[in-house]
T-cell receptor, first 115, second 115 residues
């Protein structure tokens, strides 16, 4: 069966510090991968998605970036965090199979607090 | 383009009462529709999905949803609420437009279950 991992689970970082969040998927190949952010009291905002190694699409211009160095690894980064980067970050995957109904499966999330 | 509207950001029911969470969608192509549940500080879990087969879809934890094309609705119901159903619920639509199988999420409905 497929599983998705995210780490760290929680993170407290000062303004201006760098960020690296990691997501890995097991039990599937060539998944689509996604990064979302949930700010307090708000819905899900799609940040980035990837259909393959090195292929990243950005949905929202910001000081965050994403990379996909391996098929099942997705990394969210920032060089300098802002207070507004605080939130709950979720990684998700979906299947590229032709008969897939394109549902996404989510990881446990990372709670980021920028102080 | 696709969009989802969830009516009621907060819904409160008594334990044992009917749960009804509303979702209306807009899609330029035949939609795939989903309901997800999120417990505090956790990722989203797929409750059920509509993929153009049966219009009444049964999911986990006793939830079901009915696709009504004429009303562009996909409301989530459960005959008898349980305390453990207290969570946030998200409706989502996939328009199969390619580009990574993106989902468009509603803003969520917080369900409270009272004794």
């Amino acid at each position: 069966s497929q599983t998705i991992h995210q780490w760290p689970a929680t993170l407290v970082q000062p303004v201006g510090s760098p960020l690296s969040l990691e997501c890995t998927v097991e039990g599937t190949s060539n998944p689509n991968l996604y990064w979302y952010r949930q700010a307090a009291g708000r819905g899900l905002q799609l940040l980035f998605y990837s259909v393959g190694i090195g292929q990243i699409s950005s949905e929202v211009p910001q000081n965050l970036s994403a990379s996909r160095p391996q098929d099942r690894q997705f990394i969210l980064s920032s060089k300098k965090l802002l207070l507004s980067d605080s939130g709950f970050y979720l990684c998700a995957w979906s299947s590229l199979l032709a008969r897939s109904s394109y549902e996404q499966y989510f990881g446990p999330g990372t709670r980021l607090t920028v102080t | 383009a696709q969009s989802v509207t969830q009516l009621g950001s907060h819904v409160s029911v008594s334990e044992g009462a009917l749960v009804l969470l509303r979702c209306n969608y807009s899609s330029s192509v035949p939609p795939y529709l989903f309901w997800y549940v999120q417990y505090p500080n956790q990722g989203l879990q797929l409750l059920l999905k509509y993929t153009s087969a049966a219009t009444l879809v049964k999911g986990i934890n006793g939830f079901e949803a009915e696709f009504k094309k004429s009303e562009t609705s996909f409301h989530l119901t459960k005959p008898s609420a349980h305390m453990s159903d207290a969570a946030e619920y998200f409706c989502a639509v996939s328009g199969l437009t390619g580009g990574g199988n993106k989902l468009t999420f509603g803003t969520g409905t917080q369900l409270k279950v009272e004794l």
